[in-house]
């Protein structure tokens, strides 16, 4: 079974919009970090922001932020006036218990328009 | 740069050959772990290894093998390479009690 779901294989925005990028987890661990990597054309993956299942406050990291409900197991992540970096490969990847491999969603591409 | 190097950035290699990939982790990283990204297949988990040994293993075929030495430098060693084997192979690292990764900025294997 899909432990990572991202249902938008790909995503249109306008520049300095905001936008929600859609993320389902399943797991029956108590302790598990939930993560947002952003793939550009250039293939490195960068860390944009990281949610822990205790953590009550959601997450932010500038212009992202991590929209986490626990109770629906969804951590969406949503980037605020949107740039046209920002065009790339979002991944939601999710790390049971401590010192686990991290399991990575399918992804969603960005397209920021001008 | 992240602090994890991976080398060689490209390697392009026939069928039937063998190649080995580099990987150094961050500074102070203890675990060490082999990511392939292909079109098709997505990012699937290979391999980790911990402090030299082999922690936990992914979907990792039998022609694929990796080690971690003592200096806590990695290598993936690709075999018998077919045209399917294409893809972006990722090195990551992470420290004790941390929960994040690092990534290096991988190794792009095309096979012709």
């Known amino acids: 079974a899909q432990k990572i779901t991202q249902t938008q294989p790909g995503m249109f925005v306008q520049e300095k919009e905001a936008v929600t990028l859609d993320c389902t987890y399943d797991t029956s661990d108590q302790s598990y970090g939930l993560f947002w990597y952003k793939q550009p054309s250039s293939g490195e993956m960068i860390f944009l922001i990281y949610q822990g299942s205790y953590d009550e406050q959601n997450a932010t990291e500038g212009r992202y932020s991590l929209n986490f409900q626990k109770a629906r197991k969804s951590a969406n992540l949503v980037i605020s006036a949107s740039q046209l970096g920002d065009s790339a490969m979002y991944f939601c990847a999710m790390r049971e218990n401590y010192g686990q491999n991290f399991v990575f969603g399918p992804g969603t591409r960005l397209s920021v328009l001008p | 740069d992240s602090g994890v190097t991976q080398t060689p950035k490209h390697l392009i290699t026939a069928t039937g050959q063998r190649v080995t990939l580099r990987c150094s982790p961050r500074?102070?990283?203890?675990?060490v772990y082999w990511y392939q990204q292909s079109l098709d297949q997505g990012l699937q988990f290979l391999i980790q290894y911990y402090n030299g040994e082999e922690r936990a293993k992914g979907n990792i075929l039998e022609r694929f093998s990796a080690q971690q030495f003592p200096d806590l430098h990695s290598e993936l060693n690709l075999s018998s390479l077919e045209l399917g084997d294409s893809a972006l192979y990722f090195c990551?690292?992470?420290?004790?009690?941390?929960?994040?990764?690092?990534f290096g900025s991988g190794t792009r294997l095309t096979v012709v």
């Open positions: 990551a690292s992470s420290r004790q009690g941390g929960y994040g990764y690092t």
């Open positions: 500074s102070g990283d203890l675990s």
